[in-house]
């Protein structure tokens, strides 16, 4: 039973333009969610998170979007660059500290 | 340095043996999650610990098991090890208010 899934398992985008990463989950427990960003041969890396009281966070390039009524989110980089190739994984949970249920993850490819 | 430190990085073994993987998390950090990473997939929860106790157990194979320690380290112990084991194993840990940080992870090779 995949709780969280992204649906696009890769995504190439010109350098400079908005990449939009994808993400739906089907708990409705959840309340806390994450972007990773992960490189080969390296432990993911925590890139921005929301929680279920906001609808958007924003972090530098970084912008999540969270809509609750179709239990998804987006995770929009702007303007995307070379070094933002990488795997990019949702996750969910039900609190802040509780284990974190993934995607499956998204390769983004950024085209110089 | 994400400041979890994760031994050995690579380990290569044989059909039916036992290894043990060995987690440091970031100092001060109570909570130390297992997951596992097969070729492709997402990253899947085995088990955490808080402050030495089990706290909460995902799709951890029987054949595998984990303990936490008093100086808070902790140690995934894989058993009569498959070729479906071959997989990148991740450490993270946590302190409550704070996120999750993540090891560099070990990759297991069973051949």
């Known amino acids: 039973d995949q709780q969280v899934k992204q649906n696009s398992p890769s995504l190439s985008v010109q350098e400079g333009r908005i990449s939009i990463l994808n993400c739906d989950y089907t708990n409705s427990m959840f309340d806390y969610f994450l972007w990773y960003k992960k490189y080969p041969a390296e432990g993911p890396t925590f890139l921005i998170s929301i929680s279920s009281i906001k609808d958007k966070n924003e972090d530098g390039r970084f912008t999540v979007f969270l809509n609750k009524s179709a239990k998804h989110l987006s995770l929009h980089i702007v303007p995307s660059q070379p070094g933002d190739s990488a795997v990019y994984f949702c996750?969910?949970?039900?609190?802040?500290?509780?284990?974190?249920?993934f995607g499956t993850g998204t390769r983004l490819t950024i085209i110089p | 340095d994400s400041g979890v430190t994760q031994t050995p990085k690579h380990l290569i073994t044989a059909t039916g043996q036992r290894v043990t993987l060995r987690c440091s998390p970031r100092s001060g950090d109570l909570s130390v999650y297992w997951y596992q990473q097969s070729l492709d997939q997402g990253l899947q929860f085995l088990i955490q610990y808080y402050n030495g106790e089990e706290r909460a157990k995902g799709n951890i194979l029987e054949r595998f098991s984990a303990q936490q320690f008093p100086d808070l380290h902790s140690e995934l112990n894989l058993s009569s090890l498959e070729l479906g084991d071959s997989a990148l194993y991740f450490c993270?840990?946590?302190?409550?208010?704070?996120?999750?940080?993540f090891g560099s992870g070990t990759r297991l090779t069973v051949v």
């Open positions: 996750a969910a949970s039900r609190g802040g500290n509780e284990k974190l249920t």
């Open positions: 993270a840990s946590s302190l409550p208010s704070y996120g999750y940080t």
